[in-house]
């Protein structure tokens, strides 16, 4: 079977274990962004598709893996990239209220 898409660092070892081989290659760093960005959108779509909490958590689990992978690839560690969000939450806030902004209106 085709695959042709970023994996998980073990899956190849995994797929051996089982008695297949996996053909496998190392990416170029901006093959390596390019997949990642692609696998995040891939992560995010079956997120939404789902509604079982569990497999909820089980995509988000992977959508962070990729930011923080993708963080990474844009030169700030897993702490620094916390530390970015964290900035942001304090100057604006996070979404926990479920705030939705319809209409900006100027003073007459």
């Known amino acids: 079977m085709i ?9 190849p070892t995994i797929i051996e274990q089982s008695g297949k081989i996996a053909i496998h290659k190392k990416l170029s760093n901006a093959e390596h962004m390019k997949f990642a960005a692609h696998k995040l959108h ?16 089980e995509e988000l689990a992977d959508i962070l893996e990729l930011v923080y992978t993708l ?3 844009h030169g700030a560690s897993i702490e620094e ?6 900035e ?8 926990e209220k479920g705030l939705f902004l319809e209409e900006v209106l100027d003073h007459e």
């Open 3 to 11: 695959y042709n898409k970023l994996v998980r660092d073990e899956i």
């Open 42 to 57: 891939e992560e995010i779509k079956e997120y939404e598709e789902t509604n079982i909490d569990e497999e909820s958590l």
């Open 71 to 73: 963080g990474k690839m």
């Open 81 to 86: 990239l916390n530390r970015i969000r964290e």
């Open 88 to 95: 942001k939450r304090e100057k604006r806030g996070g979404f």
